[in-house]
């Protein structure tokens, strides 16, 4: 029987920015229709493994596979052709651009538009009648929203999520923890996401792996009844 291989699959990966090494020989793997939170408190490498894998940084030793393809010297661009959607920490909104322009960018053409739409507005009804309006002029929440939506237009096979609750309300989170779980049950959307909100990130996750000073040292099934303790333990040190 031929085996499936993961959406995505770190094999001992060390990479950082020019002199200074970030992430130590990292090893994981995200299956098909998995999602996977990586957890740790600032500063430990986390965004710095999801440009490495979407080859924004070089990989200075190890390999970076998505499925069956090997994505080590892939450039960003290539690596979104390989079904992969990214929502960087830093909200790369077009802010002068109006939500429909920023929620087209994730389409190879204008004419999946109406579509693909029609099932974001019911994840995120908020902007079903606000299509006009410039993305800049939206709340910090309804950033982060447009955000989720513009990379679930392109339908990815893997998406990637770098801190999306950061700073927001509760009601916030639940509608993109709906969201994310309805994506998954209804498309099969393999995901990997970057948290420290250790709530949200066990409710939408099959597993969690915790990252410190660039090396992954704990990992476990995120249903597990000591997930939580085992996480914050980590996040305190």
Request: hydrophobic content about 45%.
């Amino acid at each position: 029987m031929t085996s499936v291989a993961p959406a995505l699959r770190l094999e001992g990966v060390s990479s950082g920015y020019k002199a200074s090494m970030v992430l130590n020989d990292v090893s994981l793997s995200v299956p098909r229709g998995a999602c996977a939170a990586l957890l740790g408190k600032n500063g430990m490498g986390k965004s710095t493994l999801l440009k490495t894998v979407m080859g924004y940084l070089p990989k200075l030793r190890g390999r970076v596979r998505l499925g069956e393809v090997d994505a080590t010297r892939l450039r960003p661009h290539e690596v979104a052709r390989c079904g992969v959607a990214y929502a960087a920490q830093e909200q790369p909104l077009f802010p002068d651009l109006s939500i429909r322009d920023n929620l087209r960018l994730g389409l190879a053409r204008d004419s999946l538009f109406d579509e693909r739409f029609e099932e974001i507005a019911e994840l995120f009804p908020v902007f079903a009648s606000r299509l006009r309006q410039h993305a800049g002029t939206l709340s910090g929440g309804e950033q982060k929203m447009l955000l989720v939506a513009r990379g679930l237009m392109q339908r990815p096979a893997l998406l990637l999520l770098d801190e999306i609750t950061e700073g927001l309300q509760p009601s916030v989170i639940e509608r993109l923890a709906g969201a994310l779980n309805w994506e998954r049950e209804r498309r099969g959307t393999s995901m990997f996401i970057v948290e420290q909100n250790v709530a949200f990130a066990l409710r939408v996750a099959d597993r969690y792996l915790v990252l410190k000073q660039g090396a992954i040292v704990d990992e476990g099934e995120a249903g597990a009844p000591d997930a939580a303790g085992h996480i914050i333990d980590h996040l305190k040190v």
